[in-house]
């Protein structure tokens, strides 16, 4: 496991806490290993009825390490890979275990519950399409500006965000990079409730309690009902394809090199 990625198991919940708040959350390969593991093995476990997602500090999550985009880039620039090509499933090992979290996500059959605080940004929104029960801090901020990058969306994001938002919204927030507050996401069908800051936790551990107190077959069945595993992961292994294409890009070169510079 990761020291960045906090986990804890009681009364049916595991609970899992992105615990690295000097970087707004962002995750590293260590993280996306960690979280992969964990929603796994949850499967596995008949204890385990229901899983929180949350996060320490006043960000939920800031999106993929900047360092490794900028390695897995750079290891296909390297090797001449340019728009991706050829290459692009050759050297794949930097962003396979983020790709596994997402396949996770996807796959996985516990009920999933999410407490968002403060900026969700790339992964740290499209994760919580996956959630079945999303509740927001009053500051919350959702976006994914993968256009921005020179990037595509990734998560199934580009099948789930549609249907949740319709499709003029979802394309402003994926290609225009808008910025949906909480009350907005609320209205527009990507949470259950907004919480004032101090009483999100709470609230989201008791909702997560509520659904490891009800009939766990039920719930699965329900769930199951609910959702096309297959569908997901067929779309994130497309999405996976181009966005590994992107990365190597020109576009999303000069994207981070301006975004670089822009940071100092």
Same mark, same amino acid.
């Given at each position: 496991?990761?020291?960045?990625?906090?986990?804890?198991? @009681?009364? *049916?919940?595991?609970?899992?806490?992105? %615990?690295?708040?000097?970087?707004?959350? =962002?995750?590293? $390969? /260590?993280?996306? &290993?960690?979280?992969?593991?964990?929603?796994?093995?949850?499967?596995?476990?008949?204890?385990?009825?229901?899983?929180?997602?949350? @996060?320490? *500090?006043?960000?939920f999550?800031?999106? %993929?390490d900047l360092?490794?985009?900028? =390695?897995?880039? $750079? /290891?296909g620039? &390297?090797?001449?890979?340019?728009?991706?090509g050829?290459?692009?499933?050759?050297?794949?090992?930097a962003?396979?275990?983020?790709? @596994?979290?997402?396949?996770?996500?996807?796959a996985?059959?516990?009920?999933?519950?999410?407490?968002?605080?403060?900026?969700?940004?790339?992964?740290?929104?499209?994760?919580?399409?996956?959630?079945?029960?999303v509740?927001?801090?009053?500051?919350?901020l959702?976006?994914?500006p993968?256009?921005?990058?020179?990037?595509?969306?990734e998560?199934?994001?580009?099948?789930?965000?549609?249907?949740?938002?319709?499709?003029p919204?979802?394309?402003?927030?994926?290609?225009?990079?808008?910025?949906?507050?909480?009350?907005?996401?609320?209205?527009?069908?990507?949470?259950?409730a907004?919480?004032?800051?101090?009483e999100?936790?709470?609230?989201?551990?008791?909702?997560?309690?509520?659904?490891?107190?009800?009939?766990?077959?039920?719930?699965?069945?329900?769930?199951?009902?609910?959702?096309?595993?297959d569908?997901?992961?067929?779309r994130i292994?497309?999405?996976?394809?181009?966005?590994?294409?992107?990365?190597?890009?020109?576009?999303?070169?000069?994207?981070?090199?301006k975004?670089?510079?822009?940071?100092?």
């Amino acid at each position: 496991m990761s020291a960045h990625v906090l986990v804890e198991q @009681a009364d *049916g919940v595991l609970t899992l806490t992105l %615990n690295r708040p000097e970087k707004k959350n =962002a995750l590293t $390969g /260590e993280m996306y &290993a960690a979280l992969a593991a964990a929603v796994t093995r949850a499967d596995d476990d008949d204890a385990v009825r229901c899983v929180l997602l949350r @996060a320490a *500090g006043d960000s939920f999550c800031a999106g %993929n390490d900047l360092a490794d985009f900028l =390695a897995a880039a $750079g /290891e296909g620039h &390297a090797r001449g890979d340019g728009a991706g090509g050829g290459g692009a499933r050759d050297d794949r090992s930097a962003a396979d275990v983020a790709f @596994a979290f997402l396949r996770a996500l996807a796959a996985g059959r516990k009920p999933l519950v999410a407490a968002v605080q403060g900026r969700a940004v790339g992964i740290g929104l499209t994760m919580l399409l996956h959630c079945d029960l999303v509740y927001l801090a009053d500051d919350a901020l959702l976006s994914a500006p993968f256009v921005d990058l020179g990037l595509v969306p990734e998560a199934a994001s580009s099948l789930l965000l549609p249907a949740r938002i319709g499709h003029p919204r979802a394309f402003a927030v994926f290609v225009l990079g808008e910025v949906v507050n909480a009350r907005e996401a609320h209205g527009w069908g990507l949470a259950n409730a907004v919480l004032p800051v101090d009483e999100l936790d709470t609230f989201a551990r008791s909702a997560a309690a509520e659904v490891a107190a009800r009939a766990p077959q039920a719930v699965a069945v329900t769930r199951s009902l609910m959702r096309s595993p297959d569908a997901l992961t067929a779309r994130i292994a497309e999405e996976a394809e181009h966005f590994m294409a992107r990365l190597r890009s020109p576009e999303a070169r000069r994207a981070f090199e301006k975004l670089l510079r822009r940071r100092g």
